[in-house]
């Protein structure tokens, strides 16, 4: 059946439909959502290659002046965001983007570049990568889980379950858990992530800010704001990374991303602080294109991309043919 679905596809390219279907989206706003970069570069440099032949890159600085003013992006306008601030963007992202002539927006997380915190689902790969252990058991809330971990496979698997269920827990609680599943494998976590994980530097921030990258608010710590209950811990996440951010890179911060970024994991409380804090433009991680003379600002959807994905997947996905 997949087979059969390729082949209806390449039918499909060959006929035109990519081409049909970038005309119908012509007007709508493209935004790309990255998170991390390969040490091999030929997957990036081969979507930057499509994306300037096919589209016109803009910036969130044009986003925001557009929703502000009116002003009419280019056709095929089309915004590069990276999220969280992995320091391997600097070492590969980066060269290919500015090769290109694409200049993103990168969102970070204000405690993570102060080296106060990893990411916590990093610490969980970390945990569960590192322990000689053949299974994890541990209680969660009403919840007993027994997940292999003999194998790497089973590693990256046990992972994902374990990270996908703390998603959906209030903030409190996702620590406790994550504390004790650290707990159960008895491995040592480090002050700092290893190199795979580690974020970009300040300095390092202030340079690419210096060429033409942008950067945006991701919170403090990577919290799900919909998770958050006290208004005081809100403003802080929100407000406090933006303060912080522009105290680091002296120039305004405008534009911000909610993390995990579906709109059950953002609430009404988080997008009117986004807004009441100065920022200009908010992305999520809802699925779609943006008619800028419809969009609210503050929720704006974007693409899920990575550089691994098959060239023909990204074509389609950018072009609107495909949905899911």
């Known amino acids: 059946m997949r087979a059969v679905k390729r082949v209806v596809r390449l039918g499909l390219h060959r006929a035109g439909a990519i081409r049909i279907f970038r005309r119908r989206y012509a007007r709508c706003l493209r935004i790309l959502m990255y998170h991390q970069f390969p040490s091999n570069t030929v997957g990036i440099r081969k979507q930057c290659e499509h994306i300037k032949r096919y589209y016109h890159p803009v910036s969130m600085a044009q986003v925001a002046r557009s929703l502000t003013t009116g002003e009419q992006l280019p056709i095929n306008a089309l915004a590069v965001t990276v999220d969280d601030g992995y320091r391997d963007f600097l070492l590969y992202g980066y060269p290919a983007f500015q090769e290109f002539g694409i200049f993103p927006t990168v969102y970070l997380v204000s405690d993570f570049l102060d080296r106060k915190c990893w990411l916590w689902w990093n610490e969980i790969q970390y945990a569960i990568q590192r322990s000689r252990d053949g299974t994890i058991d541990v209680a969660i809330g009403n919840r007993e889980y027994h997940l292999p971990i003999a194998t790497d496979a089973e590693k990256a698997g046990s992972s994902e379950v374990l990270i996908e269920d703390l998603k959906r827990l209030p903030n409190q609680d996702r ?15 480090p002050t700092d992530p290893p190199r795979q994980w580690e974020p970009l530097a300040w300095e390092e921030v202030r340079r690419l800010s210096e ?45 911000f991303c909610y993390p995990n970024g579906r709109i059950q994991d953002v609430g009404r ?9 100065g920022f200009l433009t908010a992305v999520t991680a809802e699925r779609g294109m943006n008619d800028l003379s419809r969009a609210n600002p503050w929720t704006l959807k974007r693409l899920g991309v990575d550089p691994d994905l098959p060239a023909d997947y990204f074509a389609e996905l950018l072009a609107g043919f495909r949905t899911s």
């Open 175 to 189: 620590q406790k858990a994550k504390t004790r599943i650290l707990e159960s494998l008895k491995v040592h976590l």
């Open 211 to 255: 060429t033409g990258v942008e950067f945006g608010g991701h919170t403090r710590t990577h919290v799900i704001l919909a998770s958050v209950r006290d208004s005081t811990e809100l403003h802080e996440q929100i407000a406090g990374c933006k303060q912080r951010l522009e105290q680091k890179l002296g120039s305004p911060v405008l534009h």
């Open 269 to 277: 409380a988080a997008i009117e602080q986004a807004r009441d804090s």
